[in-house]
């Protein structure tokens, strides 16, 4: 069966340090990939998404992303972390062709501490 | 564009009332999709309309669960009678294509006592 895993529940990182965070899926073919955010009392909004292509895909806020075929892993990066990008991060998976039920993963929630 | 609207924002009710969630999606989107929240489950796909048509409800609950969308800027999700493990955030969201990212609402977060 189809599914995507964010090992990662709670990341706490520091002002200013880099950021990884991991997202890996389970399908029979490259499915489309994306990574939504959700700050408190707000809804999810798209930071990037990749379909095709080059493998390494910008986002809005700095953030950026890179795919790897070959460990299944769609990792989350931001080099220099802001106190504001406290929020949980939420990858997400379409396998591509056709309409197909998008599947979140459980969230990690990133604390930034000064 | 405002993005999508969701109404009302938090909503308390008695376990038995009806509950009425709205939603406007972004204009021209084709897709509109409800979804629910909670610690429990994560995130919960309950339906998604096309162009205005129920496409897939699998993920509706029970019975007590509906929804609507009478036009392409309106769409409701009624829960009736309300239990208290209804109590979660539900968010709608819309977008172009459902392969092209979803554009979310704010969220209502349901209280059911």
């Known amino acids: ?114 | 564009d405002a993005g999508v609207i969701q109404s009302p924002r938090h909503e308390v009710t008695e376990m038995g009332q009806e509950v009425t969630l709205r939603c406007k999606p972004i204009s021209g989107h084709d897709y509109l999709f409800w979804y629910r929240q909670t610690m429990m489950r994560g995130l919960e796909l309950l339906i998604y309309f096309n162009n205005n048509v129920p496409i897939d409800d699998s993920g509706m609950p029970e019975d007590r669960f509906s929804a609507k969308m009478p036009n392409a800027s309106f769409s409701t999700l009624k829960i009736q009678p309300s239990e208290p493990r209804d109590s979660a955030v539900y968010f709608c969201a819309s977008s172009l294509d459902q392969n092209y990212g979803y554009t979310f609402g704010s969220g209502t977060r349901l209280t059911v006592v």
């Open chain 1, 1 to 114: 069966a189809q599914s995507v895993t964010q090992p990662d529940i709670h990341i706490t990182v520091s002002e200013g340090a880099s950021l990884e965070l991991r997202c890996n899926y389970s399908y029979g073919a490259t499915p489309y990939l994306f990574w939504y955010v959700q700050s408190p009392g707000q809804g999810l909004q798209l930071l990037l998404k990749y379909f095709s292509g080059d493998t390494l895909v910008q986002g809005i806020k700095g953030f950026e992303a890179e795919f790897k075929r070959s460990q299944s892993s769609f990792n989350l990066r931001k080099p220099s972390v802001h106190w504001s990008d406290a929020a949980e991060y939420f990858c997400a998976v379409v396998p591509s062709g056709g309409y197909q039920k998008v599947t979140f993963g459980t969230g990690t929630k990133l604390q930034v501490i000064p």
